[in-house]
């Protein structure tokens, strides 16, 4: 069997613990014995984008160091696996013992549902909801890493469920990580166009499969439009697997 281990993102650790504990139950459930490295930390994302560079390596080495040795990384934040996957080789490129390590596990770490779907070769994975679901698209998936169907056809595979159309669904969600604090109105400004278009889908729960989109949405959501709900994609497939049991 591979060894699989999970990276837990910041945000998920320290603001929506859920993400990480359903982002382990669903591995468990596809068959998979998935590994919680106690040594993880932040993968440098916010150092990186804030142009703390020095800092920034030291994390990455850090991190190359506890999932070195690991046959795959999954992660449910596409953001920390593009840092892993494009940024650390470009970090590191001034020490060539470093990159090389920087490379080899690019091609070995996978935002969650693109290693359910390209590694596992599953799509439908016994859940359900009764429901209209919609769904956003981060810009580091999209943008980032490419992946646009992965987490779509894991929800139309959901027993039960409806996916509607959001309108605008690729367009940014206001977040940015660093962009929200440092320009404030216009974040504001596109979170509520988002939360419109959720609204306006008329869909019962917005599935995100990035937690600082998630962070960002659902906090707005809370603060204005506190009968709508969104969830991070994990959650939203482990409840459906417990709902289809």
């Given at each position: ?6 990276f ?36 440098g ?12 390596k030291?994390?990455a080495?850090?991190f ?9 990384v999954?992660?449910?934040s ?16 001034d ?7 920087a ?25 359900s ?35 509607v159309?959001l309108?605008?669904a690729?367009?940014?969600c ?14 504001e ?11 306006e ?19 707005y ?12 994609i ?12």
């Amino acid at each position: 069997m591979r060894k699989v281990s999970l990276f837990i993102p910041c945000l998920a650790d320290l603001f929506m613990p859920e993400i990480g504990e359903a982002s382990f139950q669903l591995l468990r459930h596809l068959g998979q014995n998935p590994i919680y490295h106690k040594e993880q930390t932040c993968c440098g994302q916010p150092l990186f984008n804030s142009g703390y560079v020095k800092q920034a390596k030291k994390a990455a080495k850090h991190f190359i160091g506890v999932f070195g040795d690991d046959d795959a990384v999954v992660c449910p934040s596409g953001s920390c696996v593009l840092m892993v996957k494009r940024h650390y080789p470009e970090l590191l490129g001034d020490e060539p013992a470093w990159r090389h390590r920087a490379e080899e596990l690019s091609s070995r770490i996978y935002e969650l549902s693109q290693f359910v779907v390209d590694v596992l070769g599953l799509e439908d994975i016994g859940a359900s909801f009764d429901g209209k679901a919609a769904y956003h698209v981060s810009c580091q998936m999209l943008r980032g890493l490419g992946l646009s169907r992965h987490a779509q056809k894991l929800l139309n595979a959901v027993r039960g469920t409806k996916l509607v159309d959001l309108a605008r669904a690729e367009a940014c969600c206001g977040f940015g990580g660093k962009f929200a604090g440092d320009y404030p109105d216009i974040s504001e400004a596109l979170v509520r166009e988002k939360a419109a278009h959720y609204i306006e889908s008329g869909a019962d729960v917005l599935v995100i499969s990035e937690p600082g989109c998630l962070l960002n949405i659902g906090g707005y959501l809370s603060r204005n439009h506190p009968g709508k709900k969104a969830m991070h994609i994990a959650d939203f497939l482990v409840k459906g697997i417990q709902n289809g049991g």
